[in-house]
């Protein structure tokens, strides 16, 4: 009797323990997840990027990672998207980036994804520079696209093969003179993203092709040295 007693004490600790690890480990998850996705695109991107350019490999102020909010604003642009569109994507096997012919899509992803500006590159071919935002978050982006049977594999090389050079350019800080004519530092850390979208053509009704609709952001955020 004293064995079945302490037997069943042991299963209910048990059961407790397990409850308590579980609810733990959501609320972590729920943390740590925020903004986030589990896609992986943003990191083998960013591998392939590193591999094309040992520079961007050695900045330890640049992380790649999936961002769920992206992923959001992706897949509600491409509700936008006009079907005729989406067929003439489905015929690159080259990406290409989306322009004023998808203009409501570009409208649509640059507000949700609160982008500061289309495009991954300024005119000086850069991502960042100037110093009207320095001293705040700012985030750019550019979304592309290419034939769905394209492999993500090889769309995302194609992609970093784009990109890489303008990575290099990022600062890891910059200066600006105050009101009272002090000169302020601030350190800069990046987050490149990625998210992917395959959205099928139904213009046709006997074809059944796709295009691939890809995002990038890059997101500086400074801090006061």
């Known amino acids: 009797i004293a064995s079945l007693m302490l037997a069943g004490v042991m299963a209910v600790s048990m059961l407790a323990g397990c ?49 769920a909010n992206d992923q959001a604003a992706l897949e509600d642009a491409l509700n936008n998207a006009g079907a005729w569109d989406v067929l003439y994507g489905t015929r690159n096997s080259s990406i290409e980036l989306l322009d004023n012919e998808q203009a409501n899509v570009v409208n649509d992803f640059e507000d949700a994804a609160k982008l500061d500006r289309y495009g991954i590159a300024n005119r000086n071919n850069e991502v960042f520079n100037g110093t009207s935002t320095i001293n705040r978050t700012t985030k750019v982006g550019s979304v592309y696209y290419v034939d769905g049977a394209v492999s993500m594999d090889k769309v995302l090389n194609q992609v970093a093969d784009h990109l890489d050079n303008f990575f290099e350019t990022l600062q890891e800080d910059g200066s600006i003179t105050d009101r009272d004519g002090n000169e302020v530092t601030y350190d800069f850390d990046y987050t490149i993203s990625v998210s992917a979208v395959n959205k099928t053509s139904d213009v046709i009704d006997w074809y059944n092709g796709s295009v691939n609709v890809i995002a990038v952001t890059v997101t500086r955020t400074a801090t006061a040295d």
């Open 19 to 67: 409850n308590t690890a579980s609810n733990g480990g959501n609320n972590g998850g729920e943390g740590e997840g925020e903004g986030t996705t589990t896609t992986g695109y943003s990191v083998a991107f960013g591998e392939k990027v590193e591999k094309l350019n040992p520079t961007v490999k050695g900045m330890d102020n640049v992380t790649f990672a999936d961002n």
